[in-house]
């Protein structure tokens, strides 16, 4: 297979992000290595404490500073559940550009209402995400929009590796890194500056057990679309495989798991206790991961990515009220 895409792309998007972010904080938490346990010391990639709350400001900025003036002046348009979008929001806001997000009906009300907050005019129509990438290709054959995908655009993806650059570079030595799974943005980002800095780099995905399409076409081969999707972790919520990345995904990780909403949930937990961050649930995934690898990772560097904050009030207070 062809590698979706290159180590210099990722370059290029850290130098087109650069004046519109700066690097997140690479913590660890002793309480936190206790709890995981096995004597695995976590490294953790605090993507919550960018603006928008989540890594998708990278995969928006990315995109657009590559786009030409006259794209950027007709406009964009995306499908999303609310990060990405947001992500585009934000560098919409910050290139002149207007941003239109399509969203499923029920949506999370605010990552919605962030999306407008930041200037997007957003369109609630269809029952998920894949629906709303229907509505989002109806607007770009209308208006002439361009389509910023989520994951199908190299662009986006090159923004996701960012991170893993920021990671390899504040730690060479790391020996694996446990990543949640939508798409796959993140995932293959950090394999492909894993394959240039760091070969032995171990990478795994983690993705939500109900809506687990990518992780069981990983293991027995053949691609299924789901019916529906039933996690609260909504940035992981997709029915199918991506064509861009699932090539990718299919033969560089070193593993795939599912992390139950309840393992995702105790995962936000213990992020709360131990390093007093609030994360959503996608963004505890990673940990959630970790902790079903516990033990082929004992003994290890690893690091996982709190890939997102944005929780909305209502499923906080399951969480913490331990209904999840
Ligand atoms: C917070 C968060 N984490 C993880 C993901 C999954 O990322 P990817 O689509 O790159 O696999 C998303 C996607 O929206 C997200 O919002």
């Given at each position: 297979?062809?590698?979706?895409?290159?180590?210099?792309?990722?370059?290029?998007?850290?130098?087109?992000?650069?004046?519109?972010?700066?690097?997140?904080?690479?913590?660890?938490?002793?309480?936190?290595?206790?709890?995981?346990?096995?004597?695995?010391?976590?490294?953790?990639?605090?993507?919550?404490?960018?603006?928008?709350?989540?890594?998708?400001?990278?995969?928006?900025?990315?995109?657009?500073?590559?786009?030409?003036?006259?794209?950027?002046?007709?406009?964009?348009?995306?499908?999303?559940?609310?990060?990405?979008?947001?992500?585009?929001?934000?560098?919409?806001?910050?290139?002149?550009?207007?941003?239109?997000?399509?969203?499923?009906v029920g949506n999370n009300p605010e990552k919605n209402a962030a999306m407008r907050a930041l200037g997007?005019?957003?369109?609630?129509?269809?029952?998920?995400?894949?629906?709303?990438?229907?509505?989002?290709?109806?607007?770009?054959?209308?208006?002439?929009?361009?389509?910023?995908?989520?994951?199908?655009?190299?662009?986006?993806?090159?923004?996701?590796?960012?991170?893993?650059?920021?990671?390899?570079?504040?730690?060479?030595?790391l020996d694996a890194m446990v990543i949640a799974l939508g798409g796959g943005s993140q995932a293959v980002?950090?394999?492909?500056?894993?394959?240039?800095?760091?070969?032995?780099?171990?990478?795994?995905?983690?993705?939500?057990?109900?809506?687990?399409?990518?992780?069981?076409?990983?293991?027995?081969?053949?691609?299924?679309?789901?019916?529906?999707?039933?996690?609260?972790?909504e940035g992981l919520a997709t029915r199918s495989v991506y064509e861009l990345t699932f090539p990718a995904?299919?033969?560089?990780?070193?593993?795939?798991?599912?992390?139950?909403?309840?393992?995702?949930?105790?995962?936000?937990?213990?992020?709360?206790?131990?390093?007093?961050?609030?994360?959503?649930?996608?963004?505890?995934?990673?940990?959630?991961?970790?902790?079903?690898?516990?033990?082929?990772?004992?003994?290890?560097?690893?690091?996982?990515?709190?890939?997102?904050?944005?929780?909305?009030?209502?499923?906080?207070?399951?969480?913490?009220?331990?209904?999840?």
């Amino acid at each position: 297979m062809s590698w979706p895409i290159g180590f210099s792309d990722v370059t290029g998007a850290a130098e087109r992000i650069r004046p519109y972010l700066s690097p997140s904080p690479l913590r660890s938490y002793p309480t936190l290595d206790d709890a995981v346990g096995a004597g695995i010391r976590v490294l953790v990639k605090h993507e919550n404490f960018l603006p928008t709350g989540a890594f998708k400001v990278r995969n928006g900025l990315s995109a657009l500073t590559a786009l030409p003036a006259d794209a950027l002046a007709r406009g964009v348009v995306a499908a999303s559940t609310g990060n990405h979008g947001q992500g585009l929001a934000y560098a919409g806001s910050r290139l002149g550009a207007a941003v239109t997000i399509c969203v499923p009906v029920g949506n999370n009300p605010e990552k919605n209402a962030a999306m407008r907050a930041l200037g997007a005019a957003v369109v609630e129509e269809g029952r998920d995400y894949d629906e709303a990438t229907e509505v989002a290709a109806r607007l770009v054959r209308e208006r002439g929009f361009t389509l910023v995908h989520s994951t199908n655009s190299p662009t986006v993806v090159a923004g996701a590796g960012t991170l893993a650059l920021e990671v390899l570079q504040a730690h060479p030595g790391l020996d694996a890194m446990v990543i949640a799974l939508g798409g796959g943005s993140q995932a293959v980002g950090a394999m492909t500056v894993a394959r240039e800095l760091a070969p032995r780099l171990r990478v795994f995905a983690v993705q939500a057990a109900g809506a687990a399409a990518t992780h069981d076409a990983w293991h027995s081969g053949v691609v299924r679309t789901l019916a529906k999707v039933d996690t609260f972790a909504e940035g992981l919520a997709t029915r199918s495989v991506y064509e861009l990345t699932f090539p990718a995904l299919r033969a560089g990780l070193a593993g795939f798991v599912t992390a139950t909403d309840a393992e995702i949930a105790d995962a936000m937990r213990l992020l709360l206790r131990t390093t007093h961050t609030l994360v959503e649930g996608a963004g505890a995934a990673g940990l959630a991961g970790l902790l079903k690898l516990r033990d082929t990772l004992a003994g290890q560097q690893v690091g996982i990515v709190l890939s997102g904050a944005n929780i909305d009030e209502a499923n906080l207070r399951r969480v913490m009220s331990r209904e999840i």
